[in-house]
């Protein structure tokens, strides 16, 4: 399926881009901004006007997508059993025109190009039980907080509907930013907190991994060349908020990782908020 991708297209093109996406959104967000469980749960098919419903229903899944999608499969004729009402159609040539592509002209980012499942720009455990695209993602979105940050003099992140955690584990332990994070979904909260935990072990070996690498620079360089300095380690041990090795090192801990006692909504998880980094 054709789509639409944004580059190449001038300044006023991308904003006619976003008025537009923003227009169909919001005329159809009734649909198109609801997760697929909320079709059953939402009672979802109530909510379609009454052509649309005699027109759709009783096609099997793969019928519906050859219909919608207009993407037949090999050997397979596109096939109305009905007339479609134009407020179907316009929605479906609508979608068509202003979906971005999946299949981009350009090489995939630099930081793939190595291994397509690990980003090179991402250490190792801010990589662990994330995909490629959430990796790329993290990152970028990070990078562009922290910049935002320094520019601005913001001193504390929130991170509304984190999910996880991979984003605010990123911007904490890695970027060095002080993250509060806050989820409404409980089994994402406690899964963040698994996850908070191995990355906080992880840096801990780590931590103590570079601390023998500066140590036995320290004594080689009694014989030879300083191999701390080469290494990249600061002498002694690194202290809080101090870079050694790809990491922040965190500072102590105030306290476990559990429920933001300070918000008054739904559960929600400090990821790294109170490691000073």
Same mark, same amino acid.
């Given at each position: 399926?054709?789509?639409?991708?944004? !580059?190449?297209?001038?300044?006023?093109?991308?904003?006619?881009?976003?008025?537009?996406?923003? @227009?169909? #959104?919001?005329?159809?967000?009734?649909?198109?901004?609801?997760?697929?469980?909320?079709?059953?749960?939402?009672?979802?098919?109530?909510?379609? $006007?009454?052509?649309?419903?005699?027109?759709?229903?009783?096609?099997?899944?793969?019928? #519906?997508?050859?219909?919608?999608?207009?993407?037949? !499969?090999?050997?397979?004729?596109? *096939?109305?059993?009905?007339?479609?009402?134009? +407020?179907?159609?316009? #929605?479906?040539? +609508?979608?068509?025109?202003?979906?971005?592509?999946?299949?981009?002209? =350009?090489?995939?980012?630099? &930081?793939?190009?190595?291994?397509?499942?690990?980003?090179? *720009?991402?250490?190792?455990?801010? %990589?662990?039980?994330? !995909?490629?695209?959430?990796?790329? &993602?993290? !990152? @970028?979105?990070?990078?562009?907080?922290?910049?935002?940050?320094?520019?601005?003099?913001? +001193?504390?992140?929130?991170?509304?509907?984190?999910?996880?955690?991979?984003?605010? *584990? =990123?911007?904490?332990?890695?970027?060095?930013?002080?993250?509060?994070?806050?989820?409404? /979904?409980? @089994?994402?909260?406690? @899964?963040?907190?698994?996850? /908070?935990?191995?990355?906080?072990?992880?840096?801990?070996?780590?931590?103590? %991994?570079?601390?023998?690498?500066?140590?036995?620079?320290?004594?080689?360089?009694?014989?030879? $060349?300083?191999?701390?300095?080469?290494?990249?380690? $600061?002498?002694?041990?690194?202290? $809080?908020?101090?870079?050694?090795?790809? =990491?922040?090192?965190?500072?102590?801990?105030?306290?476990? +990782?559990?429920?933001?006692? /300070?918000?008054?909504?739904?559960?929600?998880?400090?990821?790294?908020?109170?490691?000073?980094?």
């Amino acid at each position: 399926m054709p789509g639409v991708s944004a !580059r190449g297209l001038s300044y006023e093109e991308r904003r006619q881009l976003a008025v537009n996406l923003t @227009r169909v #959104l919001a005329l159809y967000r009734s649909i198109l901004d609801a997760y697929i469980i909320e079709f059953f749960t939402d009672n979802l098919w109530g909510t379609l $006007p009454c052509s649309w419903q005699e027109a759709l229903d009783g096609l099997s899944p793969p019928q #519906l997508a050859t219909l919608l999608l207009g993407m037949p !499969r090999e050997g397979e004729v596109v *096939r109305y059993r009905s007339v479609w009402p134009l +407020t179907l159609l316009a #929605l479906k040539s +609508t979608a068509y025109a202003l979906a971005f592509t999946r299949t981009p002209g =350009f090489q995939s980012p630099s &930081e793939f190009l190595e291994n397509p499942s690990q980003s090179s *720009r991402l250490t190792a455990p801010f %990589r662990k039980h994330v !995909r490629p695209k959430k990796q790329h &993602e993290i !990152r @970028r979105l990070g990078e562009l907080v922290k910049k935002l940050s320094d520019l601005t003099g913001c +001193t504390q992140v929130v991170d509304v509907g984190s999910g996880q955690g991979h984003l605010s *584990r =990123f911007m904490s332990l890695g970027l060095g930013l002080m993250v509060k994070s806050i989820e409404g /979904d409980q @089994r994402l909260v406690e @899964r963040a907190q698994r996850l /908070d935990q191995e990355l906080l072990q992880a840096l801990e070996k780590e931590e103590k %991994r570079n601390a023998q690498v500066c140590a036995a620079g320290a004594t080689a360089g009694r014989v030879g $060349p300083p191999a701390a300095a080469e290494s990249g380690c $600061p002498s002694g041990p690194p202290g $809080p908020g101090e870079p050694c090795g790809d =990491f922040l090192q965190p500072g102590p801990a105030a306290g476990p +990782t559990g429920g933001d006692t /300070d918000s008054a909504g739904p559960a929600a998880l400090p990821s790294g908020a109170g490691l000073p980094c």
